[in-house]
């Protein structure tokens, strides 16, 4: 079995890392970070990883593969550069200074009044030959499933959950006025 290796040696196997490795490890990390303390939680990272999977496929002599620990390196580096990117917003500045905006109470009541209206359109559809389509977008519509997740509970295509909720969300358009467009 590949994991199922004692922690004490896992342990053993990362200080040894540390002692003989840390500074090839640190100039590797900095060369992929271009700032040392960057690459010094990303070393931190890495340890905890090793001391976690405990694979004994990526040993070498008495210590860890520096090939894998590198690209682990590069790949929590890459990672990390692509889930901030995420989170980042374009324009904004250190400070983030908030707007005082008034409560649009009108807004709000129109995006009520299209929540029911589909509610009530999903049950009326549901008494129609379109029952099924309302039903299947229904229990999209509902839960935090995604078109392939309904797909897969039901037992039916993704094609044909695309195509089924894409009809009713065109015949929602057309019958409901959309709240969010500026008028």
Known sequence: MIKDMSNQEVSDRVEILHKKHYIWLLQAATNITK????????????????????????????????????????????????????????????????????????????LMKAYELVEKELVRLSKTRMWPKAKLFQLYYDNDDTMIEVARKIGISKSTTFISIKKIREHLKEIIDNPFKEQ
Do not use: H, P
């Open 35 to 110: 700032n040392k303390e960057e690459a010094q939680d990303l070393i931190s990272d890495l340890y905890l990883y090793l001391l976690q999977k405990g694979n004994i496929a990526i040993y070498y002599d008495d210590s860890y593969n520096l090939m894998y620990c590198y690209r682990f390196l590069q790949t929590r580096w890459i990672n990390k550069i692509n889930k901030s990117k995420k989170l980042s917003v374009v324009g904004m500045d250190d400070e983030f200074e908030m707007e005082d905006n008034e409560y649009d109470i009108d807004k709000d009541i129109k």
